[in-house]
Structures are given as C-alpha cells and as structure tokens.
C-alpha cells in the first residue's frame, strides 16, 4: 500500500516539476518574436506573412481548413495503402467508411481505432498518415491554445496570432525535439525502432511465429506528447513492444501529462498571473486525485463475489491482490490505476490494461472523466475547457452577488456566455445523443459482448471517448460497422470543433476588450476559493448532465455486483 | 478574380503546401531518421 502511494506521489511530484520547465517553454514558443531558420524557410515555402495577425474567425477558419486538408490526405493514404510503398505484407486498403473514421479520429487527436494496427495497417500508413495526422492533430491543439491565452491576454486587439506561426513552432520548438529525444529513452527500453515490417521466430516449441515490427519508438512518443494514444498494436501500451518496462510505462503517463498540465503555467506567465496559472493546476490536481483514488480503490478491492467464493484478493508480499483481469503484471493495480486515470484525465486513449475488465466503479472513472473533459484534457484543449467553466463560474457567481461578472480584468457579457454554453452543450449532446441514437438502431445489440448495463456501458463509452477526443475503447464492443464508424466519426468531429471555435470566438472577443483594474467589488480568482468553485461548477455541471446515463450503466452494474448478478 | 487570389495566396496555397510538407517531415523524415 504504502509503496503504491509513493509511487503515485513520485510520478505527480516530477510532472508538477515538469509544469514548469515545460510551462517556460510554451510560453517562449507563444510568445517569442523571432524565427528561427527553419521556420522562415517553411513561412517562404508556404507563401505566409508570420508577422501578420489573424482575428478569431480567421484563425479559426485556418485550423478548420487546414486540419481538412489533413483528413483528406490521411483518407487518402489509407484508401490507397494496397498501392503505396513500404508494404511488403501486401496489406489492403481500408473500406470507406473505416478510413473515414480512422483519418477523422487521427485528425481531432482522438485516436479512436476501429481496426488492428498490426494486421490491417502498413509501415507506410502507420508513418505518413497515423504519426503525421498524431503530429498535426496534437499541434492543432496546442496551437489554438496558444490563441486563445494569447486572446486572454490582449486589450483592445484585433487578432490573437497567427496560425502557421503557431502550428509550426510548435511543430517545430516542442513536439519534434521532445519526440526525438525521448525515442531515444524508448529504443533503450527495448521498444522497436525500424523500417523492417516482421520477423519469424522459432518458439520454444517448434512453432513459426511471424512478429509484427515498425518504427514503434517514434510512434509511441507523440502518441502521448500529443496525448493522441492510438496504438501501433491492437493492444495498445498493454503490449510489450509499445510499454515493455514498468519505467516506459512512468514516462508515458509523464508524457500524457506533461503539456496539459504545463499550459497552466504557461498562461500564468503569459498574463503575469503566475497564481492564477497555479490556481487552475490545482483544480486539475484535485479533480486528478479525487478520480485516482476512486479507481485505485476499487481495483484493489478487487469483486466482493470472488471472495465470497474463497478467493484471496488481499496485497501481500507475493500478489498484488485485487482485481487483476485484463492487467499487465509488471503494472500491478497501482501502475494501472495511475495509467487509466491519466490516459481518461488528459483524453490520451492509450491503454496499459483493458477497461472492459475494470471493475463497475473503476469503470465508472474513465467515463466520468471524458464526460467531464476537464480534468488536465487533450493538449491544448483541455486547458481550454478548463477555461469555460471558470468563465461560467465567475458568471454563476456574478449572478448571485448581483455584480457585472469579470474575468481577468474583462467584462464577461452576454455573447461570451452563449459562446461558452455552445461549447459546453456539444458535448453532452453528441454523447447523449448518438448513445440514445445507438441503443435504439437495429442490428447494434448485435456488436455487444455483454448484455445489461455494462452492455450499455460500452456503448456510452464509445460515444465518450469519441466526443472527449480520448479514443480509449472499453472493448468488448465491435465498432467497426459502418454504422459506429459513421456516427463515431460524427461525435470526433462535433466534440472537437463545436467545443474549439466558439471558445475561439470568446478569446477574440475578450481581446477586443479593455482590461479594467481590480476594485474592492472585483471578485479575486487567483484564490483557493475560486479553485473550489471552478471544481464545483464543473462537477455539478458534469453531474447534472450525465448522471442519469452514468445510473444505467457503472453504478446500477456496481449495485447489480454487490447483489451477486454480474454481466 | 482579386479576391479569390488574395484567397488561394492566404489559404489554399498554405493549407496544401503545409499538409503535404508536414506530412513528409513528421510522419516519413521524423520516423526514418530514427530508424536508421
């Protein structure tokens, strides 16, 4: 017990530390005025002024433009695997509505994967469209972070920077040095690096085996940099190639952190609010811990009924105890519990252990977490949801004071109001809405593994992950049918643009505005107290919305576990 | 006709060149130069 939580406390310890090594960098990368060589090259080579400034609508009609640009190519990619280069197992294309969903989730950093990496996907595709679309997909995202701190920051400004400065500098100064270094870190753990698509081995007892290789390293450290966390195989971190030691899987659970939680400082330093930038780390961390604790202590209880039958889940020396189905033994519960909690937190979907198996209440975490999708979040968007609640906080507070709300020394009025609840609404109507959607189509029954409420609980999750832009999959459901492709397709999309670009439009809007100087009727929000009313507004929100859904599937099936019925 | 060349020059032209020079340096260049 006591080495778990020192385990847990070691690895959120280094990424606090990591936030603000991290959080100096981004805001150097946001807010420098020079270009480096390379980047005036690739301004020259795309035919861009950098040092023109673009207004929301523009920056936003950028990123939409540019991040169809890049799901067109990677549908192309994948339609035409069967005639493109580095594929020597001679694997086919995609069908349509597979490739469409899989260029799609790619794209909005979900990484939903609906096919088999390792069967399905040539050397060719899992570079130039899977680790290109995780490079740009995650850039995107921390991009329109960028823009929109930098809308937070400004009085009286017309435009809150320029996209291709962003995209590439990011590119550039953050995501290809990281990712470079750190397969380095990879290769020496063991985690393959080449161009070679297989090996035969003989086995201990005689047989062939054919061994799926690639270039593993270089995927696997933008899969969680870019808290992208689709797998190169099926079986995603759990397998030993993509997480070979328990040391991978702490740097994978540091890299899924490390740029949503460093976006707090970051927007500290830019707006010389350092407090306030840690007041939102905070809320992050509280949510984070509350959260761990839940699915730590229901994974290591472990199911009531198996010890009702004689079985010993206790922690002893020689066993973890608890509930070990569809863990990895060199993770353990704690290794698992912290993986599940940060992989659902920062909407990064790679798994070291299947979700399926989790127990009801450690189930209900990762679903809780997407539905919520500000607990540290993607990158860059997770601040940026973070960010719409703490406006919708200082609005509910305003409200009950009976003072004009402000935020950062800005009037928050009705338009931002209504852009903020756009956002926030999308999510839960594409989550609600498909799962209802779903559950009511014919022939979908049909794709369940279980039956009851964790049957239902697969099909929430699906429709989660997809719109929280996770990707994670509970298993246990057979998504790839044209009718989950499609309408899994749709909640990626709805999730990542229905929540971005009205948020755009807020920050645009506040930078248009005049900062007013703090008053004694200014409401502090660099407070503990404006932390706990930030975690408040989002839980009740969260709670309010989904709890309904959260009752047919995790809790009645917890319920349903302590009667002895399980599914 | 001068608006829709003040488009392909500030748009079009970026997006397509972007995308596809991305795509050769972060998903081939990046990847091959670790493998080798």
């Known amino acids: 017990m006591l080495i778990n939580l020192l385990q847990f406390a070691l690895l959120l310890s280094c990424m606090t530390l990591l936030v603000v090594v991290m959080g100096k960098w981004l805001a150097r990368v946001f807010t420098g005025t020079g270009h480096t060589l390379p980047e005036r090259w690739s301004y020259r080579l795309f035919g861009v002024n950098p040092d023109a400034g673009m207004g929301w609508a523009q920056y936003g009609v950028t990123l939409l433009v540019s991040n169809a640009a890049m799901l067109l190519l990677g549908y192309l990619g994948l339609r035409l695997q069967g005639v493109m280069p580095l594929n020597p197992l001679g694997l086919a294309a995609q069908s349509p509505d597979l490739a469409f969903n899989t260029a799609v989730s790619f794209t909005t950093n979900t990484n939903w994967q609906a096919y088999s990496g390792e069967t399905s996907l040539s050397n060719f595709s899992q570079m130039a469209v899977i680790t290109f679309l995780m490079m740009g997909g995650a850039a995107t995202g921390v991009a329109a972070a960028a823009a929109f701190i930098r809308g937070l920051s400004r009085k009286n400004a017309d435009d809150i920077g320029n996209y291709w400065v962003d995209l590439t500098r990011v590119l550039y100064r953050v995501f290809l040095p990281l990712c470079f270094a750190l397969a380095l870190v990879y290769v020496w753990q063991g985690i393959p690096q080449t161009l070679a698509s297989d090996v035969t081995v003989t086995t201990l007892e005689g047989v062939k085996q054919h061994i799926i290789l690639g270039a593993v390293a270089s995927f696997e450290t933008i899969k969680h940099i870019g808290t992208n966390g689709g797998g190169f195989f099926s079986m995603n971190a759990a397998h030993p190639f993509e997480n070979p030691t328990a040391l991978t899987n702490a740097l994978h659970i540091l890299s899924m952190l490390l740029i949503p939680s460093a976006l707090t400082y970051a927007f500290g330093s830019m707006l010389f609010r350092r407090r306030q930038g840690w007041v939102f780390f905070g809320a992050f961390l509280v949510m984070f811990l509350g959260f761990l604790s839940i699915v730590y202590t229901a994974e290591q209880t472990g199911n009531p009924l198996l010890t009702s039958v004689g079985a010993d889940q206790t922690m002893s020396a020689s066993q973890s105890g608890g509930n070990m189905e569809g863990k990895e033994l060199r993770f353990g519960i704690a290794g698992t519990s912290l993986f599940v909690t940060t992989t659902t937190a920062a909407t990064t979907g790679s798994v070291d252990a299947m979700h399926d198996s989790l127990t009801p209440m450690g189930g209900f975490v990762p679903l809780a977490q997407m539905m919520l999708n500000s607990v540290f979040g993607g990158d860059g968007v997770g601040f940026i949801n973070l960010i719409q609640y703490a406006i919708l906080a200082v609005f509910l507070v305003g409200m009950m004071i009976g003072r004009s709300p402000e935020f950062l020394g800005k009037k928050i009025e009705a338009r931002e109001i209504k852009l903020v609840m756009l956002s926030v609404l999308a999510h839960p109507i594409s989550i609600l809405g498909f799962t209802a959607l779903a559950v009511l189509w014919p022939g979908v029954s049909d794709s369940l593994n279980n039956p009851g409420a964790h049957g239902f609980s697969e099909i929430l999750y699906a429709y989660a992950s997809g719109t929280a832009n996770n990707g994670s999959a509970f298993a246990g459901l057979n998504a790839n049918t044209p009718f989950f492709n499609t309408t899994i397709g749709l909640a990626m999309l709805m999730g990542r643009y229905l929540t971005l670009l009205p948020m755009l439009a807020v920050a645009g809007l506040l930078a248009s505005k005049k900062t007013l100087p703090d008053s004694a009727g200014t409401f502090p929000t660099a407070t503990p107290l404006f932390m706990g009313l930030t975690v408040l507004v989002i839980i009740v929100v969260g709670g309010l919305t989904f709890l309904p859904a959260l009752a047919l599937g995790p809790l009645v099936e917890h319920l349903d576990m302590l009667a002895g019925r399980l599914f | ?36």
């Not at chain 2, 970026?14 to 990847?31: I, K, N, Q």
């Open chain 2, 1 to 36: 006709m001068t608006d829709m060349n003040l488009s392909f020059r500030r748009l079009v032209r970026p997006v397509l060149v972007s995308t596809v020079f991305f795509m050769l340096l972060t998903g081939l260049g990046y990847p091959q130069r670790q493998a080798c």
